[in-house]
């Protein structure tokens, strides 16, 4: 089955620095790569996804990398702010002949900003 | 629109007691599913329903857990008896498929904590 290791598991910058998370896949089936934040007390939730067709999707101060031959992929944070710490969690997908769907994920990285 | 909404948010237990968490998916999604996260570990993948029957449930750690979703709306997830292990917060999930889009957004609940002492 697909294995995820994600790196580092902690992780402290400055403000307005930028903070960069990566993570690796063993499966080369996998397809679909989001990226989860989760936030004291509530749930993970999607802020950025790329799909295996693609090498780089970007979203205002937000990145993720993917490297299909090497299989990584990476979440780039620019111009951090306080509002971005929390846990982050890659994850990995991909769709069986079933229908199967089930996220693979990561064990988090806990993001704290410094102001 | 509500999200996925699940309860308790905790839950503390006894070791051989009963526990029932239940999940309430997003209005209309067919898919859903249990994950668990285990202190510092990875969230990991528990089982899937699509509508009220499971698709995969390779994650389930043991038959003393069990999963129900009749009428394919809300799903329970009850653990009997507890043990120890067991401790964790359990996330429900739910999505819905669009057509020509071979993955679709999971949205997460807020999780239940779930404490077995």
């Known amino acids: 089955g697909e294995n995820v290791e994600q790196h580092p598991s902690t992780l402290s910058v400055q403000e307005g620095d930028s903070a960069v998370i990566k993570c690796t896949y063993s499966?080369?089936?996998?397809?679909?790569f989001p990226w989860y934040k989760q936030e004291l007390g509530k749930g993970p939730q999607l802020i950025i996804d790329?799909?295996?067709?693609?090498g780089e999707k970007k979203d205002q101060r937000i990145a993720v990398t993917l490297n299909k031959t090497a299989k990584h992929f990476s979440l780039h944070i620019t111009e951090t702010q306080p509002e971005d710490s929390a846990v982050y969690f890659c994850a990995a997908h991909r769709r069986s002949n079933f229908g199967n769907e089930k996220l693979t994920f990561g064990t988090g990285t806990r993001l704290t900003i410094i102001p | 629109e509500a999200g996925v909404t699940q309860f308790p948010s905790h839950s503390v237990i006894e070791k051989g007691q009963t526990v029932t968490l239940r999940c309430d998916p997003i209005s209309g999604h067919d898919n859903l599913y249990w994950y668990r996260r285990v202190m510092g570990k990875e969230i990991k993948f528990l089982l899937h329903f699509v509508k009220e029957s499971k698709q995969d449930e390779s994650g389930m750690p043991n038959n003393r857990f069990l999963a129900e979703r009749t009428g394919g709306t809300y799903s329970t997830l009850k653990v009997q008896p507890a043990e120890l292990e067991d401790s964790g917060v359990y996330f429900c999930?739910?999505?819905?498929?669009?057509?020509?889009?071979?993955?679709?957004?999971?949205?997460f609940g807020q999780g239940t904590r779930l404490t077995v002492v």
């Open positions: 999930a739910s999505s819905q498929e669009k057509p020509g889009r071979p993955n679709t957004e999971a949205f």
């Open positions: 790329i799909r295996s067709n693609v």
């Open positions: 499966d080369s089936a996998s397809n679909y």
